[in-house]
């Protein structure tokens, strides 16, 4: 390949992946905000806002790192969103309660989603958004 080749390639790829991302970005905030709005705790919503008020506070691992691909695992990602949204005590099989409850918010369709950084924002920004609509009138 030349080149000008691979300037185009890699151009349509990076497109590409940005289509992906914004996708997967869209589908976890809206199943963010259903979240939030059918079953999050109010006590949820407030850890999952202070969580992000911390990282912003962070200037070298800030919220948009945090979900970054350069934070290293999604795996873990999805780990510590769910540790820092939902704050169980000991858990027993802490991996076994994580999976529980990504199941239970996404079903079977979305499952794979939280794996990736931009859909655990997207989810995060949605169920915040939606709290930071309601808090004030509770």
Same mark, same amino acid.
């Not at 990076?14 to 976890?28: F, L, N, P, T, V």
């Not at 969580?51 to 795996?75: L, N, T, V």
């Given at each position: 390949? =030349? ?12 497109? =590409?992946?940005?289509?992906?991302? *914004? ?8 199943? +963010? ?6 079953? $999050?705790?109010? /006590? @949820? ?5 202070? !969580?992000?008020?911390?990282?912003? &506070?962070? %200037? ?6 945090? !979900? ?10 999805? &780990?510590?969103?769910? !540790?820092? #949204?939902? $704050? %169980?005590?000991? $858990?027993?099989? %802490?991996? @076994? ?11 079977? /369709? ?7 950084? /931009?859909?655990?924002?997207?989810? $995060?920004? +949605? *169920? #915040?958004?939606?709290?930071? /609509? ?5």
């Amino acid at each position: 390949m =030349s080149d000008d080749v691979d300037v185009v390639v890699l151009e349509r790829l990076r497109a =590409s992946k940005r289509k992906g991302e *914004a996708a997967d970005y869209k589908d976890g905030y809206d199943l +963010g905000t259903k979240w939030a709005e059918q079953s $999050a705790e109010v /006590s @949820a919503l407030q850890r999952l806002e202070q !969580f992000r008020d911390d990282r912003e &506070a962070e %200037p070298d691992y800030d919220w948009d790192y945090y !979900f970054s691909e350069q934070e290293g695992s999604d795996d873990e990602t999805d &780990a510590s969103l769910f !540790f820092a #949204i939902m $704050a %169980p005590e000991a $858990a027993t099989d %802490p991996q @076994a309660v994580v999976k529980d409850f990504w199941r239970s918010v996404t079903g079977d /369709s979305l499952q794979q989603a939280t794996n990736r950084g /931009s859909f655990l924002k997207g989810f $995060a920004e +949605g *169920a #915040i958004d939606l709290w930071l /609509s309601v808090k004030d009138k509770l």
